[in-house]
């Protein structure tokens, strides 16, 4: 078992991590920026170092630091949440090359995983369904004109070393593919110093639903069901849920397997999810992402399983704790990212927070490193909690996340709190009848 771990991270995810530790005693090492100084994941830490100033590049995402942390405190493993340097090969690399444990997969499944190419490619060997397009890159105009053609417009120019949405372009007709494939490429290239781009067929309303998955890296893995993160704006997700109101226990069964299966085949270690496109009854491969995820709590909340825990066992060598068969589904759990931003407009607000109730009673949780006083520094994303509810089913959880809301206070800034108080009461999402682009045009007062 690992005995000291550091979290490279901060906010709400490092608490998080904090807590599974706490439970399993493991002692913790906090590393913060100057600007983070009061934050919590800080005061609840056993120790803590300041890893520099208030720019990520120069604090959590400083390699020699956090690795200089490490020998100082003596953790002897890293655990990095999400974002940061969680997908961050080399920084998986180095800490290997230190004799420190990454809670994560291996470097070089981050690396298949992190070039889109090369993971549709591996997801495909794998038997994982995947959206039908060019082979891997185009660099021929021509050639990417007859495969659009033969795939069917519209089409999708996507950057092979994409995320966050950038470097992605419709092209509907045949006159739009010259420009969509110039500016796809032009983005990448600005973006992430590499402009291969490949070409997908363009899903014009399909649900978001990804699979969460584990390995224990020996050959071993089981999926935990779904997650619908459909509701989304800027391809940034903004409800999710378990499981999703638009699949059928079999549907869940059969695409749950054949994950579990594919990384099986590829002997994964530790938590992974694997996402997809869904429409009219088919999935479609879209990214892997080899990470804990924001919205992992209402897969927790559904299997009564701490991922975290789980994550720690696989990086200690002591493998999975349970087998598929071991693996059940109760109820239906609904998570809101509540942000600090105008819930109409989305600009950032930063600020003191004067105010702070957050919610309780049976069902709710709250992970949030926020506290009454707390000044939210301008520097980093702006998530100030996840309210998560659970109730056994979707009726009641939705009933439950309606009182939750009512009962939240947190003033000083603007949150999209009263975006989610419209959501839970809106039709659609009483129905769970919406496709990614739904809540692009709820917000824009077409539906
Ligand atoms: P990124 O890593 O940049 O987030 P993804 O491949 O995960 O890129 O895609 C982000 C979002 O773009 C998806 O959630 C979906 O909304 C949209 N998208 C991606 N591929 C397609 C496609 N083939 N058809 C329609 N929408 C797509």
């Given at each position: 078992m690992v005995s000291k771990v550091l979290i490279a991270n901060r906010g709400e995810i490092a608490l998080r991590v904090l807590r599974a530790c706490k439970e399993l005693g493991i002692s913790t090492v906090a590393v913060h920026s100057t600007a983070d100084n009061a934050a919590m994941h800080v005061r609840l830490a056993d120790e803590s170092v300041c890893v520099g100033p208030p720019s990520a590049r120069d604090s959590y995402l400083n390699i020699p630091q956090i690795v200089a942390?490490?020998?100082?405190?003596?953790?002897?493993?890293?655990?990095p949440g999400y974002g940061f340097l969680s997908e961050n090969a080399r920084f998986a690399d180095i800490l290997e090359a230190h004799q420190l444990t990454f809670i994560g997969p291996t470097a070089s499944h981050i690396r298949t995983m992190g070039d889109k190419i090369e993971a549709k490619r591996t997801a495909e060997r794998l038997g994982i369904p995947v959206v039908p397009g060019s082979p891997g890159a185009v660099t021929e105009d021509g050639e990417a004109m007859k495969i659009a053609k033969d795939i069917g417009f519209p089409v999708l120019v996507k950057a092979s070393a994409g995320g966050g949405g950038r470097g992605m372009k419709i092209a509907r007709t045949e006159k739009e593919l010259p420009h969509a494939l110039a500016t796809a490429r032009s983005e990448a290239g600005a973006a992430f110093g590499d402009d291969a781009v490949y070409i997908e067929k363009y899903l014009e309303k399909p649900r978001h639903i990804e699979v969460?998955?584990?390995?224990?890296?020996?050959?071993n893995a089981i999926?935990?069901?779904?997650?619908?993160?459909s509701l989304q704006r800027r391809n940034q997700k903004v409800w999710e849920e378990a499981n999703?109101?638009?699949?059928?226990p079999q549907?869940?069964?059969?695409?749950?397997t054949i994950c579990a299966e594919a990384m099986k085949g590829l002997q994964y270690r530790g938590a992974g999810t694997i996402e997809f496109l869904y429409e009219n009854g088919e999935f479609f491969f879209i990214e892997m992402n080899t990470r804990l995820q924001v919205e992992h709590p209402v897969t927790e909340a559904v299997t009564g399983l701490d991922l975290v825990h789980e994550q720690i066992r696989v990086a200690s060598g002591d493998g999975l704790s349970l087998k598929q068969e071991d693996v059940t589904f109760s109820g239906h759990a609904i998570e809101c990212r509540i942000n600090a931003e105008d819930p109409r407009t989305f600009v950032p607000s930063p600020g003191e927070i004067t105010h702070y109730h957050a919610p309780g009673g049976l069902g709710v949780r709250i992970d949030s490193a926020v506290y009454r006083g707390y000044r939210i520094p301008p520097f980093y994303d702006s998530l100030v909690g996840k309210l998560i509810v659970h109730g056994r089913t979707r009726e009641e959880c939705m009933m439950r996340l309606?009182?939750?809301?009512?009962?939240f206070v947190l003033d000083g800034i603007k949150?999209?709190?009263?975006?989610?108080?419209?959501?839970?009461?809106?039709?659609?999402?009483?129905?769970?009848?919406?496709?990614?682009h739904w809540l692009e045009h709820f917000l824009d007062g077409e539906v």
């Open positions: 942390a490490c020998e100082i405190t003596g953790a002897d493993a890293v655990h969460q998955v584990f390995g224990d890296g020996a050959g999926h935990l069901g779904e997650r619908d993160c999703s109101p638009a699949l059928k549907q869940r069964e059969k695409i749950g309606k009182r939750a809301l009512d009962e949150t999209t709190l009263p975006l989610f108080r419209d959501l839970v009461t809106n039709h659609s999402v009483r129905r769970g009848e919406y496709d990614i």
